[in-house]
């Protein structure tokens, strides 16, 4: 009979005190808390518990305490597994992982020197120790524990554990190399090499001292042999460490015999192959290296697959591959269009084919050879109908899809209104052939729709366009609901069009989530920021920021997990991917866009702004963050580039950005590298402007001076800023233009704080001098401030097809406010808090002047800030004239006569467009009114 848990009790109530804590119910988890403490004023389950509910509602120092008492008899307790994952799940939380390192040491001391100890456990606690070690990147540490394993625990896997560890990254000389080398021969002369790991680890380390002959010899040893459970990987390492010999056409005839008689198919092999064939050399005399002699490999390898049950891609597209190469070396004038027909004819009728054509059609250069191509796949597509049996039809329909896409890229469509008609006449006949297939599956006429969305899209200086190929995504997404190729589009559709709620909605259906957060978070940042949604902003930034947190605290557990299984390979890859997300500039562009809708949602008072930018810049929540253009210029861009079907091969071949959000005005449509670098200056000029904005705000009011540190910060950033100002400028002047009216109210502090600290004490020519200037530099804001705001606030705000330019005046409005007024407001209350109210009566006449000119200037500028915010409130009260402006009928693409739609489900297609977009911009608008109620009350404490 199992012997009952005597702390049974007490870890049930421990879990109704955590459930509670989940629940968000502060006051009962404190109560349970303090009824648990003095019912068991001893019991560790009940300190751990503690601890881990201080963590988790940010009382750090009260959870590290309980945690330091905890660790000093980390013995006594540490074998209960229920009370380490309490102690483990706090000092993960408050990130204290030196106190881990302390319990695992001193268990470990403790329990290796008992002689009858369970081997199990110690093993368990050995392990967790080193896994500590491996969060603290003590890679010293990590060697030394596991050579003291090896030899406590008589286990040879700790032996190799160690080696792993000198060759870290972080300990990666020549004198730890040499050592791991040694410490490997040895062990391979011994005959204890015994998987593939250790051998492929072997020869890195061989390669990384630049030992390649006896990394190669390892290689074609016995124990190498009987390592590699698959022969082919070990031919396949074998000719990659060829080509570090340069003996290219050893490597060369790997490759070729691996395609021969393995796999037909892997495409890394006929890479290397054709890399390898390359590097050696074609002349024209050699047989084995002749252009003859390929194609004619490449034809036995297609004829094979012909004939086997499943047909290959890889050697066709390898012969598209190849003639590109010739093609690029000058040895041919360009691809043979027979080439493209022959991949048309073998897999036209799959979806994936233009994925795989399109870098060798943006390869063709002359207007000739793209003409030769569509004519080539034209008469193919000829021989095949939309009459027969229903397989027939479906292959028909994606054979269809397969050459129009190729059309569209070559931009030979005579035109994009007769381009698109057609294709959606076509996509409705497909739409009664799905009728059997799930709701899960992507329809067979799906590509059909996108390339007449693309089309329909071409006129993207008219409004109707945007609504038409939202019509024509709505209609398609009715029936093939899972297909994220539609959202994807229709996510830039409603973007371009000001409807973030339909953005939202795209976003949710697509479930993205982990880390897609980080490599498609540039899908929505900016247009939930540039369209005044701060909440829903709020909400997926902080999911980003929480799976970047999880990322730092338990990518280290994975890393531990690697070496339990023996995955050596996978200690490094793990690493890497921690280090490329640790430095992503997606999570500093979320950090970013989360400070400033806290700004606007969450900061009522000088003290709350100031907190909030401490919190950015002195915690650990972003990472550390980038304060130079090279700190800036090291982050990782994970953006995923290849999510989204592109039909345009100037993107395809990276001549502009692929996905650049052209459709919306945020983003100058401008090549991939000029892109990537207007998108780091400006999150660094917002950075910078945000850290000049937490130097204003720390001043502290009782010496109405910044300290000589802020002081030379300060500096330094208004330096910084006007250098980004000058870069920006070509690509948005709107930005530039509201940043320097930022800038400015900032670098105005000084100047303010230096008057007011004078006042009563300095009759100095100085202070006249003082005095003029700060007047002048008063005028002159409080003049720009309003031929600014003008600019935004003329123009009336509309969402029809005549006036399709609503999205900039959103994105203006938008901006303005989260960039200019509401900062504009923290700089304001800090100067109400600094400027004497009223003089020293013995203060002299010539600084009662003054003081009073300059307060009048100061009243002046907060009317003004107070009337910009009067005035996005009353934004909120235009939904009539909204809905009157919006009169959407068909526009130029009558995709409704073309889809044979019925006049009532044409109606509910449109009337559903129109509802999203109306609705998001109403909702926009409303925002605008909600944050500027708020500011209002919190601008009426200011006072001069």
Known sequence: MAQADPNLRVKNRIRTVLESLDANNAKKTAKLCKELEQEFPKSSLVKGAVALVFAKQN?????????????????????????????????????????????????????????????????????????????????????????SMWKDLKSEQYYFWSIVAMVTPLADSDKMLAIADRMIETWFEQGKIQNQEQVEYYVGVLVKQNKL?????????????????????????????????????????????????????????????????????????????????????????QAKTLGDRTKYRGPFLAALEFAKRLSAAGIEKSIPSSLFAQYFEHFGGKSCFFRDIAPYLASLSTAEARKAVLAEIDQNLGSYHSEGDQPSKVEWSYRLASAESVRRSLSAAPSAHAAATSLLKHYQETRLWNLKKETTERMCGDDLALLAAHYALDNRSSASSLFDAAAILEYAIGASKHNFQFRLLLLHVYAALGAAKGCL??????????????????????????????????????????????????????????????????????????????????????????????????????????????????????????????????????????????????????????????????????????????QRDRVLLEIQALHLLHIVAGTPLDTKKMTSESATLFGQSISLVKSLLQKIAASSEFERSSFCLLLQSLELTPLVLQFSSSLGTDESQDFVSGCDELKTQLSSFSELLYSTWATVSDSPISCGLSAPDHFGRLFELSFFMSR?????????????????????????????????????????????????????????????????????QPASLPIFDSLGLSPSEAKKVVDYVKETVTGSIKDSLINFSIVAKEKLKDISSCKF
């Open 505 to 678: 909605r795209q976003i949710e259906e697509l479930e993205i989530k982990q880390i897609q957060l980080d490599t498609m978070g540039h899908l929505f940042l900016d247009t939930l920021s540039n369209e005044m949604q701060p909440q829903e902003l709020l909400s997926l930034t902080k999911r980003t920021r929480h799976f970047h947190d999880d990322n730092r605290k338990n990518t280290n557990d994975y890393i531990l997990e690697a070496y339990k299984n023996n995955r050596y390979s996978k200690v490094k890859e793990i690493g890497l991917f921690q280090e490329r997300l640790e430095s992503s500039l997606q999570l500093v562009v979320a950090g970013v866009a989360q400070v400033f809708a806290q700004l606007a949602l969450e900061t009522h008072t000088l003290e709350s702004s100031r907190d909030l930018l401490n919190n950015f810049f002195l915690s650990k929540a972003f990472g550390q963050v980038p304060m130079t253009e090279s700190a800036v210029a090291c982050l990782r861009d994970n953006s995923d580039a290849d999510v989204e079907d592109c039909y345009d091969l100037e993107k395809v071949s990276g001549k502009t950005a692929r996905w650049n959000n052209d459709l919306a005005c945020s983003y100058p449509c401008k090549t991939s590298a000029y892109r990537d670098s207007w």
């Open 59 to 147: 009382k750090v120092p009260e959870s590290v305490a309980q945690l330091e008492l905890l660790s000093k008899n980390a013995p006594e307790w540490i074998l209960d597994r229920y009370m380490h994952w309490l102690v483990l799940s706090a000092i993960k939380v408050t990130e204290r992982f030196d106190l881990a390192e302390k319990m695992y040491e001193a268990a470990w001391a403790q329990f290796k020197s008992k002689p009858n100890f369970n081997q199990e456990d110690l093993i368990w606690i050995g392990q967790s120790l080193f896994g500590a070690y491996i969060r603290s990147n003590n890679s010293a540490k990590q060697r030394l524990h596991a050579m």
């Open 820 to 888: 200019v007024a509401i900062p504009l407001h923290t700089v304001i209350a800090l100067w109400s808090r600094v400027f004497p109210p009223r003089m020293r009566p013995k203060a002299s006449e010539q600084q009662k002047a003054a003081h009073t000119d300059v307060r009048a200037l100061l009243r002046q500028l907060l009317l003004s800030l107070k009337d910009i915010f009067a005035r996005y409130d009353q934004l909120g009260s235009k939904d009539s004239q909204i809905s009157t402006e919006l009169d959407f």
């Open 213 to 301: 002959e006896e990394a190669l010899t390892i290689l074609r040893s016995e124990p190498a042999k009987k390592a590699f459970g698959i022969p082919s990987q070990l031919r396949d390492r074998e000719a990659r460490l060829l080509v570090c010999l340069r003996r290219f056409d050893e490597a060369r005839d790997i490759y070729r015999n691996l395609l021969e008689t393995v796999n037909s198919d892997e495409w890394s092999w006929y890479l290397g192959f054709f890399d390898n064939l390359f590097s050696a050399g074609l002349p024209d005399g050699d047989a084995a290296n002749s252009r003859a002699e390929v194609f004619s490999m490449l034809s036995n390898l």
